[in-house]
């Protein structure tokens, strides 16, 4: 605890304020909840669970965090299923000069799922409240952890994420500001009790043998995604059922299965609790339209995004879209350019940062050819003009952009995310599967300079 006594006496110096004697440790309020709360490991972490659940069924944890999503036990109504965040917490309430009592850390170990007794308030009431889980670990299916908890919950306003960062024990703290003084009007930078941050999650998947791989790839990621605590996941091009390249041989078009698969990703996008934009095709009359389909994180479809500007070699096989929309995932604005509108039409993603988006996802199809470059390093100058051209799209309209990539074997492409000055924040390894997660400051996202354009 010595480090946040440091920590505090630094903001009494800053604010004028003592602070140390308004700080306490987090014991529970209820005789019941102290007599829990000293039983508890609170030295035991989610990872740690995950790995080697045998270990810990028959122990009591006590975990923090912020809900997700709250929805009531069809088969048991007097139960809630909670979806929780996990946040790194010191365990100590202060009590001084600001409204929030809990600085937890933006950083925690990914989502768990709670089965709790049913509370007299709504279930949406609950969701960004902070809580205190006692945990009983259960099981971990599909790399998702579940727990029978018992469970306390505090308003929006008892705690704050931007104060300080830190992980396990206090490990790595870092100050990110100093507490507003509750007595004084809150300056708009001040206002939000969380940072203006979105964590994505891009699909880099091997090319699916099979529709029915392509949506058994599809919903193992999802739920990845969610549990390394992403809010959206971007597949590449057409990734169900697959991209129709003239090497590549994939079924027919078949909108029964279309309309299947779709439903599966909506039902895992609902249990996962976590924004899909999924690669897809669909069928309107003639050849397919390639597309992407958004679906919401409670299941229901936003829309899709076809592709308007096809590729010459696609001329024939896809049949181009006719407009672009912009969708939204709670705080976070976002466009879709799907892979040769991206590379060669500028105007596509200015369009979008010029309606407010945050970030461009761009799905993509891109490998291998003959004995073409097979780049190691991300906008290798040796290599063609694509990654570059990613580096622009951000640049040129101060936009994160996020382009999503097969994973295959000398890939002239990957999955990468650039930041709207553009620089890389980050890329996948060429051909390594899995998933690309990032974390973006929507604050950083001002689309100054696509709105700053004079059409002619």
């Known amino acids: 605890m010595t480090y946040r006594l440091c920590l505090l006496a630094g903001f009494a110096l800053l604010t004028g304020c003592p602070v140390g004697p308004y ?18 490991r609170h030295d035991v972490y989610p990872d740690d669970v995950r790995k080697v659940i045998d270990d810990y069924q028959t122990m009591t944890l006590a975990w923090p965090g912020i809900v997700v999503s709250a929805v009531v ?13 996990h946040h790194y917490w010191d365990w100590i309430e202060d009590h001084s000069i600001q409204k929030a009592r809990a600085f937890l850390s933006p950083r925690g170990e990914g989502r768990f799922v709670c089965h709790a007794e049913r509370r007299a308030v709504p279930p949406d009431a609950l969701i960004s409240a902070m809580t205190v889980a006692y945990v009983r670990p259960l099981i971990v299916q599909d790399q998702t952890l579940h727990a029978a908890c018992i469970m306390r ?34 300056a708009k930078s001040e206002s939000a009790v969380m940072p203006n941050v979105v964590r994505i999650a891009l699909a880099n998947l091997r090319f699916p043998d099979s529709p029915a791989t392509s949506v058994r790839l599809a919903t193992r990621a999802v739920r990845e995604a969610s549990h390394s605590g992403a809010q959206i996941i971007c ?33 895992a996008a609902s249990q996962a609790a976590i924004t899909v934009v999924l690669g897809t095709e669909r069928l309107i009359e003639g050849p397919p339209v390639a597309s992407s389909l958004v679906i919401s994180r409670d299941g229901s479809v936003a829309g899709f995004q076809d592709k308007v500007q096809v590729d ?7 049949l181009p879209g006719s407009e672009r929309r912009l969708f939204q995932a ?34 993509q199809f891109h490998e291998a050819e003959g004995d073409s470059y097979r780049p190691t390093e991300f906008a290798d100058p040796a290599n063609t003009f694509h990654e570059k051209a990613l580096l622009c799209r951000a640049a040129e309209n101060t936009c994160y952009f996020a382009t999503a990539n097969y994973a295959s074997a000398g890939s002239p492409t990957t999955s990468a995310v ?18 690309l997660i990032a974390e973006l400051d929507l604050d950083k996202a001002t689309g100054l300079l696509a709105k700053r354009y004079k059409p002619i």
Not at 332 to 337: K, L
Not at 421 to 426: E, I, K, V
Request: net charge negative; aromatic share 14%.
């Open 23 to 40: 700080s306490k440790p987090y014991r529970g309020d209820s005789e019941a909840e102290q007599q829990l709360f000293e039983r508890a």
């Open 418 to 435: 650039i930041n709207p000055d553009g620089t890389l924040l980050a890329y996948q390894p060429y051909g390594k599967q899995g998933l």
């Open 235 to 267: 597949f590449p091009e057409c990734f169900v059922p697959g991209y129709r390249s003239p090497g590549r041989a994939v079924a027919p078009p078949d909108a029964a299965f279309l309309r299947a698969a779709w439903a599966t990703l909506a039902e």
């Open 330 to 363: 709670g705080p976070i604005r976002f466009g879709i350019v799907i892979c040769h509108e991206g590379w060669r039409y500028p105007e596509t993603v200015r369009w979008a940062v010029r309606q407010g988006a945050h970030v461009v996802f761009h799905p």
């Open 153 to 186: 919950f505090f308003p929006r306003d008892w705690y704050a994420t931007d104060v300080m960062e830190y992980g396990r024990d206090g490990q790595g703290l870092k100050v990110l500001r100093v507490p507003a003084l509750s007595h004084r009007p809150m």
């Open 312 to 318: 010459p070699s696609e001329e024939g096989i896809y």
């Open 73 to 85: 036990d069809q088969d048991r109504p007097q139960f809630l299923t909670v979806v929780v965040e």
